[in-house]
Protein backbone atom coordinates (compact mmCIF):
# COMPACT_ATOMS: atom_id res chain seq x y z
CA UNK A 1 0.00 0.00 0.00
CA UNK A 2 1.42 3.22 -0.65
CA UNK A 3 1.18 6.78 1.09
CA UNK A 4 -1.68 8.63 0.10
CA UNK A 5 -1.84 12.06 -1.73
CA UNK A 6 -3.23 14.25 0.66
CA UNK A 7 -5.36 16.78 -0.30
CA UNK A 8 -6.60 18.95 2.69
CA UNK A 9 -9.94 20.96 1.61
CA UNK A 10 -9.69 24.49 2.12
CA UNK A 11 -13.69 24.92 2.63
CA UNK A 12 -12.39 24.00 6.61
CA UNK A 13 -9.66 26.85 6.54
CA UNK A 14 -9.80 29.92 8.57
CA UNK A 15 -11.09 32.77 5.66
CA UNK A 16 -9.76 35.48 7.76
CA UNK A 17 -6.73 34.30 7.83
CA UNK A 18 -6.30 32.34 4.31
CA UNK A 19 -2.81 33.04 3.94
CA UNK A 20 -1.44 31.90 7.38
CA UNK A 21 -3.41 28.31 6.91
CA UNK A 22 -2.15 28.45 2.92
CA UNK A 23 1.14 28.59 4.49
CA UNK A 24 0.66 25.77 6.93
CA UNK A 25 -0.07 23.32 3.94
CA UNK A 26 2.12 24.66 2.19
CA UNK A 27 4.93 23.68 5.03
CA UNK A 28 2.92 20.83 5.73
CA UNK A 29 3.37 16.99 4.13
CA UNK A 30 0.22 17.75 2.09
CA UNK A 31 0.58 16.97 -1.64
CA UNK A 32 -2.35 19.31 -2.64
CA UNK A 33 -4.40 21.70 -2.40
CA UNK A 34 -8.66 20.92 -2.40
CA UNK A 35 -10.57 23.50 -3.34
CA UNK A 36 -14.30 23.29 -3.47
CA UNK A 37 -16.29 25.27 -5.98
CA UNK A 38 -20.18 25.09 -5.17
CA UNK A 39 -22.81 26.75 -7.28
CA UNK A 40 -25.74 26.87 -4.71
CA UNK A 41 -27.82 25.16 -8.28
CA UNK A 42 -26.05 21.96 -8.17
CA UNK A 43 -25.54 21.34 -4.82
CA UNK A 44 -27.46 23.48 -1.94
CA UNK A 45 -24.32 25.46 -1.16
CA UNK A 46 -22.35 28.28 -2.34
CA UNK A 47 -18.64 28.37 -1.67
CA UNK A 48 -16.38 30.47 -3.40
CA UNK A 49 -14.75 31.31 -7.02
CA UNK A 50 -12.21 32.41 -9.42
CA UNK A 51 -10.52 35.55 -6.98
CA UNK A 52 -10.17 33.53 -4.15
CA UNK A 53 -8.65 30.41 -6.32
CA UNK A 54 -6.21 32.90 -7.57
CA UNK A 55 -5.02 34.25 -4.39
CA UNK A 56 -4.59 30.69 -3.33
CA UNK A 57 -2.43 30.16 -6.65
CA UNK A 58 -0.19 33.21 -5.69
CA UNK A 59 0.64 31.87 -2.41
CA UNK A 60 0.52 27.86 -2.93
CA UNK A 61 3.88 25.87 -3.81
CA UNK A 62 1.38 23.00 -4.22
CA UNK A 63 -0.76 21.66 -7.08
CA UNK A 64 -4.85 23.11 -7.28
CA UNK A 65 -7.06 19.63 -7.05
CA UNK A 66 -10.34 21.77 -7.86
CA UNK A 67 -13.65 20.11 -7.14
CA UNK A 68 -16.44 21.83 -9.28
CA UNK A 69 -19.87 21.04 -8.22
CA UNK A 70 -21.38 23.67 -10.46
CA UNK A 71 -23.82 22.53 -13.38
CA UNK A 72 -22.74 22.98 -17.12
CA UNK A 73 -18.79 23.34 -16.43
CA UNK A 74 -17.82 23.86 -19.88
CA UNK A 75 -18.68 27.13 -19.74
CA UNK A 76 -16.09 28.47 -17.26
CA UNK A 77 -13.21 25.56 -17.98
CA UNK A 78 -10.61 28.01 -19.71
CA UNK A 79 -11.49 30.41 -16.55
CA UNK A 80 -9.99 27.54 -14.03
CA UNK A 81 -7.00 27.10 -15.99
CA UNK A 82 -6.39 31.07 -16.52
CA UNK A 83 -6.89 31.08 -12.19
CA UNK A 84 -4.38 28.63 -11.44
CA UNK A 85 -6.19 25.10 -11.72
CA UNK A 86 -4.01 21.79 -11.96
CA UNK A 87 -6.69 19.10 -11.37
CA UNK A 88 -10.03 20.09 -12.82
CA UNK A 89 -12.40 17.64 -11.35
CA UNK A 90 -16.24 17.88 -13.06
CA UNK A 91 -19.47 15.83 -11.70
CA UNK A 92 -20.80 12.75 -13.94
CA UNK A 93 -24.28 14.06 -12.66
CA UNK A 94 -23.45 17.79 -13.50
CA UNK A 95 -22.00 16.43 -17.63
CA UNK A 96 -24.41 15.51 -20.00
CA UNK A 97 -21.92 14.95 -22.64
CA UNK A 98 -19.07 14.30 -20.27
CA UNK A 99 -16.79 13.06 -22.86
CA UNK A 100 -16.67 16.24 -24.53
CA UNK A 101 -15.69 17.77 -21.03
CA UNK A 102 -12.76 15.82 -20.60
CA UNK A 103 -11.36 16.40 -23.16
CA UNK A 104 -11.73 20.04 -23.24
CA UNK A 105 -9.98 19.76 -19.76
CA UNK A 106 -7.11 17.80 -21.35
CA UNK A 107 -6.99 20.55 -24.15
CA UNK A 108 -6.85 23.25 -21.52
CA UNK A 109 -3.33 21.75 -20.08
CA UNK A 110 -5.03 20.37 -16.80
CA UNK A 111 -5.35 16.99 -15.36
CA UNK A 112 -9.01 15.49 -15.86
CA UNK A 113 -11.04 13.59 -12.90
CA UNK A 114 -14.70 12.94 -12.63
CA UNK A 115 -16.38 13.18 -9.19
CA UNK A 116 -19.36 10.25 -8.10
CA UNK A 117 -22.00 10.90 -6.07
CA UNK A 118 -22.78 8.47 -3.56
CA UNK A 119 -25.84 7.13 -5.17
CA UNK A 120 -23.84 6.49 -8.59
CA UNK A 121 -22.38 3.42 -9.44
CA UNK A 122 -18.43 3.25 -10.34
CA UNK A 123 -19.80 0.90 -13.52
CA UNK A 124 -20.87 4.00 -15.06
CA UNK A 125 -17.56 4.79 -15.61
CA UNK A 126 -16.43 2.06 -17.61
CA UNK A 127 -15.98 4.04 -21.23
CA UNK A 128 -14.80 7.23 -20.30
CA UNK A 129 -12.15 5.17 -17.58
CA UNK A 130 -9.09 5.08 -19.82
CA UNK A 131 -9.34 8.97 -20.46
CA UNK A 132 -9.22 9.73 -16.54
CA UNK A 133 -6.41 10.95 -14.57
CA UNK A 134 -8.48 11.16 -11.39
CA UNK A 135 -12.01 9.66 -10.08
CA UNK A 136 -13.16 11.61 -6.85
CA UNK A 137 -15.38 9.15 -5.07
CA UNK A 138 -17.38 11.09 -2.72
CA UNK A 139 -18.32 9.62 0.77
CA UNK A 140 -20.86 12.36 1.76
CA UNK A 141 -23.61 13.97 0.09
CA UNK A 142 -21.68 17.02 -1.71
CA UNK A 143 -22.39 20.51 -0.21
CA UNK A 144 -20.82 20.77 3.09
CA UNK A 145 -18.21 19.87 5.01
CA UNK A 146 -18.10 18.16 7.92
CA UNK A 147 -20.83 15.25 7.35
CA UNK A 148 -20.58 11.56 8.00
CA UNK A 149 -18.75 9.26 6.16
CA UNK A 150 -20.75 6.90 3.66
CA UNK A 151 -19.69 3.38 4.71
CA UNK A 152 -20.93 1.54 1.10
CA UNK A 153 -18.05 4.02 -0.05
CA UNK A 154 -15.29 1.02 0.70
CA UNK A 155 -17.06 -1.06 -1.56
CA UNK A 156 -17.36 1.51 -4.79
CA UNK A 157 -13.40 1.95 -3.99
CA UNK A 158 -12.75 -1.85 -4.06
CA UNK A 159 -14.74 -2.47 -7.40
CA UNK A 160 -13.04 0.62 -9.22
CA UNK A 161 -10.01 -0.57 -8.28
CA UNK A 162 -10.25 -3.41 -9.80
CA UNK A 163 -11.92 -1.84 -12.83
CA UNK A 164 -8.86 0.83 -13.55
CA UNK A 165 -6.08 -1.92 -13.26
CA UNK A 166 -7.18 -3.58 -15.98
CA UNK A 167 -7.68 0.03 -18.52
CA UNK A 168 -6.28 2.64 -16.48
CA UNK A 169 -3.50 1.40 -13.72
CA UNK A 170 -2.14 4.86 -13.07
CA UNK A 171 -5.87 6.52 -12.12
CA UNK A 172 -5.63 8.71 -9.23
CA UNK A 173 -8.82 7.37 -6.39
CA UNK A 174 -9.52 10.25 -4.12
CA UNK A 175 -12.11 10.57 -1.57
CA UNK A 176 -13.43 13.11 -0.24
CA UNK A 177 -16.45 13.40 2.71
CA UNK A 178 -15.75 12.55 6.35
CA UNK A 179 -12.16 10.97 6.02
CA UNK A 180 -10.50 10.63 9.58
CA UNK A 181 -8.84 8.56 11.71
CA UNK A 182 -11.43 6.07 11.92
CA UNK A 183 -11.70 5.52 8.21
CA UNK A 184 -8.49 6.76 6.53
CA UNK A 185 -6.50 3.14 6.72
CA UNK A 186 -9.08 1.34 5.93
CA UNK A 187 -9.91 3.44 2.33
CA UNK A 188 -6.66 3.00 1.07
CA UNK A 189 -6.73 -0.84 1.63
CA UNK A 190 -9.77 -0.55 -0.44
CA UNK A 191 -7.59 1.14 -3.14
CA UNK A 192 -7.63 4.75 -2.73
CA UNK A 193 -4.67 6.62 -3.21
CA UNK A 194 -5.87 10.16 -2.32
CA UNK A 195 -7.49 11.43 0.22
CA UNK A 196 -9.37 14.77 0.55
CA UNK A 197 -9.52 16.24 4.68
CA UNK A 198 -11.67 19.58 5.49
CA UNK A 199 -12.83 19.28 9.12
CA UNK A 200 -10.54 16.27 9.96
CA UNK A 201 -7.79 18.55 9.61
CA UNK A 202 -8.41 22.07 10.01
CA UNK A 203 -10.67 21.60 13.37
CA UNK A 204 -7.75 19.78 15.03
CA UNK A 205 -5.49 20.88 17.57
CA UNK A 206 -2.20 20.63 15.55
CA UNK A 207 -3.22 20.57 11.24
CA UNK A 208 -0.14 20.25 10.24
CA UNK A 209 0.72 16.76 13.04
CA UNK A 210 -2.76 15.86 11.32
CA UNK A 211 -1.82 15.93 7.88
CA UNK A 212 1.75 14.39 8.57
CA UNK A 213 -0.63 11.72 10.35
CA UNK A 214 -2.76 11.09 7.78
CA UNK A 215 0.72 10.79 5.14
CA UNK A 216 2.11 8.05 7.36
CA UNK A 217 -1.70 6.70 8.37
CA UNK A 218 -0.36 7.09 12.11
CA UNK A 219 -3.46 7.30 14.66
CA UNK A 220 -1.58 5.81 17.40
C1 LIG B 1 -18.01 18.55 0.35
C2 LIG B 1 -16.66 18.87 -0.20
C3 LIG B 1 -15.54 18.37 0.63
C4 LIG B 1 -15.51 18.91 2.04
C5 LIG B 1 -14.90 17.83 2.89
O1 LIG B 1 -18.97 18.77 -0.62
O2 LIG B 1 -16.50 18.31 -1.49
O3 LIG B 1 -14.29 18.58 0.00
O4 LIG B 1 -14.80 20.10 2.20
O5 LIG B 1 -14.96 18.20 4.20
P1 LIG B 1 -14.88 17.15 5.38
O6 LIG B 1 -13.54 16.48 5.28
O7 LIG B 1 -15.03 18.00 6.61
O8 LIG B 1 -16.02 16.18 5.20
ZN1 LIG C 1 -14.42 18.38 -2.37
Known sequence: ????????SLLSANFNALGQDIEMINQSQADWFHLDIMDGSFVPNISFGFPIIEHVKKM???PLDVHLMI????RYIAEFKRVGADYLTVHYEACTHLHRTIQNI?????KAGVSLNPHTSVSLLEDI????DLVLIMSVNPGFGGQKFIAQTYRKIEKL?????KSNPNLIIEVDGGVDSSNAEALCKSGATALVAGNFIFKSAQPKQ???????LNFK
Open 1 to 8: MQQPIISP
Open 60 to 62: AQK
Open 71 to 74: VDPD
Open 106 to 110: KANGM
Open 129 to 132: LPEL
Open 161 to 165: AAMAQ
Open 210 to 216: TISDLKH
